[in-house]
Structures are given as C-alpha cells and as structure tokens.
C-alpha cells in the first residue's frame, strides 16, 4: 500500500512533563529503545514552540497502530501534569506549540489537500493527545494566524486600525464593533 497521498495527519503528545524541555533527538532515543528503527513521528514540536524534523514525509511513521500509511505524526511535546502523574493525558501545550502547529498543519494540507486533521485517540484507544483535535483545528484554523500569536487586549481609545483593510473574519468585527461602541459612548 503505498504512503501517498496523505489522508490523516495526527497530532499527539509526548507523554512527558512540559518542565521537560525535550526534542526529537530525546523521542529518538525513547523510541529506539522501543525497537523502532528510528523516530517514529515526522515531525516534534518542542515546548519552545520550535519544529523539528523527525521521519520524512516519504517515509511511513510508527506513531499510530494500523493507521501509519497514509498518515503524518506530529508530536507535541508534553501532555501530563506532575499533580495528576503519568496516566492522565491533558492539553498542557505551550501557545507557542499551538501556533507552530497551527502553522505547520496549514504547510502540510497545502502540501496534502484533503487530509484530516485528527489526534491519535479518534484512531486508537488512547488519551493521547489529550484533547479533541477536531474541535480544536476547527477553531484555530478558522482564526487568521495573528490571532494565536497575540493576546486579546482591550483596545486602546481612538484605535482605528481594525476598520481598515480586508476583513479577515468574525473576531475583528467584534473587535471593529466594540472601537465602536467605546467611541459611541466617548470612552478615553
Ligand atoms: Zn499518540
């Protein structure tokens, strides 16, 4: 069965805890001391928000039971809590993880168009990644980019900016309907 075309790209965690500041070089060595003969992810993200390479895209992963053709793994570093221990899979990414995800998610479905975006848990029993990838991409990825890079400030009076140029989707319009209301109301 050959690999391509690309179905399903999977996102997972480490199982690790985010104080440690691991990278494909630390999953290498974890998954050839599983037997594998290298990685089993193409790519990791670390804590850092930074991507590295692990498999090529060419070359069939082992990061998902029965669903490895066909697929690319993506692991993000992290996913349990030292409160709660190494049996409870969580969401603990870093949002600069998030938004290298996000980025690297749209780079591989530009490359793959068509492909699924799911976590490891929709294909397997398991926890990993520790939330539900689905509902996640579909609010990240209906979002412009800026979005995940930037926290939501209050605007400052006066601020005109987001009126202008293209619209790029519902949260400026709130934001352009809130400068408005302030402005209505002569808020300093
Ligand atoms: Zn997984």
Request: hydrophobic residues 40%; aromatic residues 6%.
């Amino acid at each position: 069965m050959p690999h391509f075309p690309i179905k399903l790209i999977v996102l997972h965690y480490s199982a690790t805890y985010p104080d440690q500041d691991y990278g494909v070089a630390d999953i290498r060595k974890m998954h050839l001391a599983r037997g594998f003969n290298d990685v089993g992810y193409h790519y990791v993200i670390r804590r850092s928000g930074a991507v590295e390479r692990g498999r090529a895209d060419t070359t069939v992963g082992a990061h998902v039971s029965g669903h490895n053709t066909g697929s690319l793994g993506i692991c993000c570093i992290g996913g349990i809590e030292r409160v709660t221990g190494p049996n409870v899979g969580v969401d603990n990414r870093a949002e600069a993880q998030k938004v290298a995800t996000v980025k690297l998610v749209r780079e591989l479905l530009a490359k793959h168009p068509g492909a699924q975006v799911v976590g490891h848990r929709d294909l397997t029993a398991t926890q990993c990644p520790g939330f539900d990838v689905r509902s996640w991409w579909a609010a990240a990825n209906a979002r412009p980019p800026v979005v995940d890079s930037i926290p939501v400030k209050p605007l400052p009076s006066r601020s005109t900016p987001v009126t202008s140029g293209p619209a790029k989707g519902p949260i400026y319009i709130l934001a352009a309907l809130a400068a408005a209301a302030l402005a209505f109301l002569g808020v300093k």
